[in-house]
């Protein structure tokens, strides 16, 4: 059992869509199944952008709903049991997060992080070097941090995010090489403190188009479709969905390249209609609507209805955990210790091999 580390930024209104299900989530809940896996919510990260007070707290609060109901609602029996293998956090709660940043600030040379996408994409647009904030700028240490605390063999992200692992990766040999340890802790020596991860990329992680068939998937753009939300507003995000422009009638040949509905039919049809690993139904929709022998608005109805059934257990999981919120403070509460656990044992050996214990020190 290998041990992955990934995280979820607060960003937008905290709120999950089917396109972050599966361009993360899904990826999360098939690691989990074999794998020791640490998730937080990164909602330091979160500081970077967000400066509202209420606007970060119902941020946090809906996207921890958001993601406890998409992992319980295909992991967990019920919720009682938990989440197996996965360690479920807050970054804020584990103080030795921003701990290892202070002191990654003294090897990480201003030049890797003036390279980082995030920074220069920023600096690109209509700001100046002087309306960045430092966290902006610091967001790779800070990142490099949430990674190198907790020792993973591998790190799940989007190839967007690769630059971020590459960095950590520089960050953490520096370190090695700075402090070469002659750590004693239990009977160990001459080892480095920081395992340096590797990037997992896997090839089938979909990134899927919007609803307009236009632009990828986000809430900005209004070209979503929900996962939690009330069923007439999942009702009308489908039925806006991008199909075949050049079809004017039902009875018209249509496309299933670039239609929208087929492209997320393909992941969510009926499974209880799937023959092997292809979906029985959505082929012989396909095949009606290249004849001109089925509409849209059967074949969107289709879509929806699969939507529901595909999401039905972690909607009713959503459900209880509203009327249950002690249920996500125990998952938090439970999380946050082994998550403690973890950072605290690699922080006595951060202290150790820069020289922050001494014959002095109170631990």
Do not use: W
């Amino acid at each position: 059992m290998k041990r992955l580390l990934s995280g979820i930024t607060p960003s937008g209104d905290g709120s999950l869509h089917i396109g972050n299900y599966l361009g993360a989530v899904r990826q999360f809940i098939e690691l989990a199944k074999t794998n020791e896996t640490f998730l937080m919510v990164a909602d330091l990260h979160a500081l970077t952008t967000i400066q509202d007070k209420a606007m970060l707290q119902k941020n946090t609060e809906t996207l921890i709903l958001n993601e406890l109901a998409l992992l319980m609602g295909e992991l967990s029996p019920s919720t009682s049991s938990g989440l197996p293998n996965i360690t479920f956090f807050r970054q804020s709660d584990v103080a030795e997060h921003t701990e290892l940043q202070s002191i990654l600030n003294n090897v990480t040379p201003l030049g890797l992080l003036k390279r980082a996408h995030a920074y220069k994409d920023k600096l690109a647009g209509d700001v100046t070097e002087e309306d960045i904030n430092v966290g902006l700028f610091s967001y790779p240490m800070l990142m490099a941090a949430d990674i190198l605390l907790y020792k993973p063999d591998l790190v799940p992200v989007g190839k967007d995010q690769k630059q971020h692992i590459e960095i950590t990766r520089d960050i953490a040999g520096r370190f090695n090489k700075i402090y070469p340890t002659s750590l004693k802790l239990r009977g160990a020596s001459k080892k480095n403190v920081f395992k340096l991860p590797e990037p997992y990329i896997p090839e089938e992680v979909a990134v899927v188009l919007g609803t307009d068939g236009k632009r990828k998937m986000s809430k900005s753009l209004g070209n979503i479709i929900s996962i939690f939300e009330d069923e007439e507003i999942i009702r009308k995000q489908v039925m806006s969905t991008y199909t075949d422009p050049t079809r004017i009638h039902a009875s018209d040949p249509g496309h299933i390249e670039g239609n929208m509905v087929f492209t997320y039919l393909d992941f969510f049809g009926d499974p209880s209609t799937s023959l092997g690993t292809r979906n029985a139904k959505v082929d012989e929709l396909k095949e009606a609507y290249r004849k001109g022998k089925v509409g849209d608005i059967e074949v969107k109805n289709y879509l929806y209805e699969s939507l529901l059934k595909y999401f039905d257990n972690a909607r009713q999981t959503y459900r209880e955990l509203v009327s249950k919120p002690e249920i996500i403070k125990k998952i938090l509460r439970d999380g946050t210790e082994k998550a403690r656990a973890v950072a605290g044992q690699t922080m006595t050996e951060v202290r150790e091999a820069v020289g922050l214990v001494n014959r002095y020190s109170l631990g």
